[in-house]
């Protein structure tokens, strides 16, 4: 009787959804034309997702002409937030010159990635996930203390690593 019982509880349970709270993360700067040949791959930088900002980056030193625009991250459960603190201007154009977040996972950690536009200055028009690695792209944007991004994101339910 109990052996049913549980089994009955154990299938009418809600499915959680999943978090970035808890994962480790990569976050470092690329620009490219060429994927296999970049012009920029800044350190990248790994911490555990939790409370408060994540990253601060802030300039590295000159590499081929190019340097990291100082910005902050903040990652929430299922959100993403960049701002831009110091400094005003506009990215360096090319094929992609952006944010390269590397989640540990083996798992299709996204399901969805959505900008809100309620907490979004940028007018960023490419953003994709690989695998558990999300790829945001801000070449030719202007930034400055007003600009910010804001993503809501669907996170599967993949396991820790």
């Known amino acids: 009787m109990i052996r049913g019982l549980l089994l009955a509880v154990l299938l009418v349970a809600p499915v959680t959804a999943g978090t970035l709270e808890g994962r480790l993360v990569t976050f470092t700067v690329e620009t490219w034309n060429d994927r296999e040949a970049p012009m920029l791959v800044a350190r990248g930088r790994t911490v555990t997702v939790g409370e408060g900002t994540e990253f601060g980056l802030g300039p590295e030193g000159f590499t081929g002409g190019l340097d990291v625009v100082p910005v902050t991250v903040e990652i929430g459960p299922t959100r993403i937030e960049l701002s831009y603190p110091k400094g005003i201007g506009r990215f360096y154009?090319?094929?992609?010159?952006?944010?390269v977040l590397r989640?540990?996972?083996?798992?299709?950690?996204?399901?969805?990635?959505?900008?809100?536009?309620?907490g979004t200055t940028l007018k960023v028009i490419e953003i994709w996930a690989e695998t558990g690695a999300l790829y945001i792209n801000v070449s030719g944007?202007?930034?400055?203390?007003?600009?910010?991004l804001a993503l809501d994101l669907a996170v599967a339910d993949c396991p820790l690593s």
């Open 141 to 148: 944007l202007g930034y400055g203390p007003e600009a910010r």
């Open 93 to 99: 154009e090319a094929g992609f010159n952006g944010y």
């Open 103 to 118: 989640f540990e996972t083996d798992c299709a950690l996204f399901e969805r990635v959505s900008v809100d536009p309620a």
